[in-house]
């Protein structure tokens, strides 16, 4: 049983499927219309993951040639680490805590103002792992660790989404999605920045291109060109053994271009599939509004944002790859741990923040919230790093602030007040959804 809850909610596409399904079967759809939005919206969701394998693959053949080239020597940012070392330890506990977290994240919505359905997935076991973690750490056992984990699960899943939604929505221009990814620190402090400091009018998206220049308009064609560009002067910097090691003894000058495009195939696949999962997923949900949670919202993936600004997705992601570069070479300087810039984190969690920050600063919005999303990309998992040594976690950390966050509160607040600090924490959470569930209006600006 606890193998088939891990393995559940291992499998995101088959979360956003059951969600699907339940909202159409609420809507009394037609035997072919379930099926088809059931198993379209599947689809879309893995043609959507696949993308962002591919995305990810590529980056991971970029990072240690990305290394070698800067010298850069440190701790990187691993969530699956420290979910493989909290499996081994409360490995039931979370499994369960998972489960009764999605179940509590569904309460807290039907009975809130935070209507937002939580559907990623990964994040949600990320978020188990370390709150099972801590909490165990803190003297939590039994039908109690679950309980209060459960519940502080499933608080962060209705809160992260309402924190980011006013600028989703300003991106989105309704609430029919909001954002599922656990960067809300990131996504909510980087967008509040480039308000002040941008220019909402002057849009990444619209950019002047000369006419000779033309191509530069086509996103696909600009995002092929700028990563061809990164990958061939990263290897050509790098130490040519190592590059033509990961080559696969192939020309590594070939094989950096080859790597480029690929890169922007799997951004192409990536929007494909998010159109896809949105035009079956939207239309499903209706029916979880009507019958089972009032207006509730589905929290997705980023890449679900990508589509509203495709320059800001690339600028969003340079501007936080100059962040974190910057912060780690200022972490030397400090009493805290070298983290290594993680390409993946940076590409996603900027790509976002991109889209976020040009909604609410246009293009210099987007440059200067992307390079503070860079640094606390660095600076959170920096300052989390000390707290997971305590816990048993020597040499890890995670890569999202989210989770840095959660992590550092909770860890500072078992380690100053024991299991009073946990208590504490859960009672201004139930007093702030208590509140909450007399104005049952949707969050707005």
Do not use: C, W
């Not at 094989?255 to 997923?281: D, H, N, P, S």
């Amino acid at each position: 049983m606890m193998n088939f809850i891990y393995s559940f909610f291992n499998q995101p596409a088959i979360i956003i499927g059951l969600i699907a399904l339940i909202g159409l079967i609420a809507q009394k759809a037609s035997f072919s219309k379930i099926l088809t939005g059931t198993t379209k919206t599947i689809i879309g969701f893995l043609i959507m993951s696949l993308g962002g394998g591919i995305i990810a693959g590529s980056l991971e053949t970029l990072s240690p040639a990305f290394e070698n080239a800067f010298n850069v020597q440190g701790v990187i940012p691993n969530n699956e680490a420290v979910i493989g070392l909290a499996q081994d330890l409360l490995g039931t506990e979370m499994t369960i805590i998972m489960g009764l977290g999605f179940v509590f994240n569904i309460i807290l919505a039907r009975f809130t103002k935070y209507k937002y359905i939580f559907l990623t997935g990964h994040h949600v076991l990320f978020m188990a792992a370390l709150v099972t973690a801590v909490l165990g750490t803190a003297g939590f056992k039994g039908i109690e660790l679950i309980l209060i984990g459960s519940f502080l699960l499933g608080s962060a899943m209705v809160l992260s989404p309402a924190i980011v939604q006013p600028f989703y929505r300003k991106v989105t221009g309704s609430d029919d999605i909001a954002m599922g990814h656990f960067n809300a620190v990131s996504y909510s402090l980087t967008a509040l920045i480039a308000r002040y400091v941008g220019d909402e009018e002057k849009s990444t998206e619209d950019i002047n291109v000369p006419d000779k220049f033309g191509f530069f308009r086509d996103s696909t064609i600009t995002t092929a060109i700028v990563m061809v560009v990164i990958y061939l002067v990263v290897f050509l910097a790098a130490d040519s053994t190592l590059v033509t090691e990961l080559a696969g003894g192939d020309n590594y000058i070939m094989y950096a271009i080859v790597q480029g495009l690929t890169f922007t195939a799997g951004f192409v696949i990536v929007l494909q599939g998010v159109r896809m999962m949105l035009a079956e997923i939207i239309p499903a949900f209706q029916g979880i509004s009507e019958r089972i949670v009032p207006d509730a919202t589905p929290a997705l993936d980023v890449p679900a944002i990508f589509p509203y600004g495709q320059n800001a997705v690339i600028i969003g992601f340079f501007a936080a790859l100059v962040g974190g570069f910057a912060a780690f070479l200022v972490l030397p300087f400090t009493n805290l741990p070298l983290i290594i810039p993680g390409l993946i984190p940076l590409f996603f969690v900027g790509a976002g923040s991109g889209v976020l920050n040009n909604g609410q600063g246009g293009l210099r919005g987007t440059i200067i919230g992307g390079f503070v999303n860079g640094v606390s990309l660095i600076l959170l998992p920096a300052l989390m790093l000390p707290l997971l040594g305590d816990l048993g976690f020597a040499n890890t950390t995670f890569g999202d602030t989210d989770f840095a966050t959660v992590g550092i509160i909770l860890g500072y607040l078992s380690q100053l007040f024991g299991k009073v600090g946990i208590y504490g924490l859960v009672i201004l959470l139930l007093a702030l959804f208590g509140y909450s569930a007399s104005k049952p209006a949707k969050v707005s600006n």
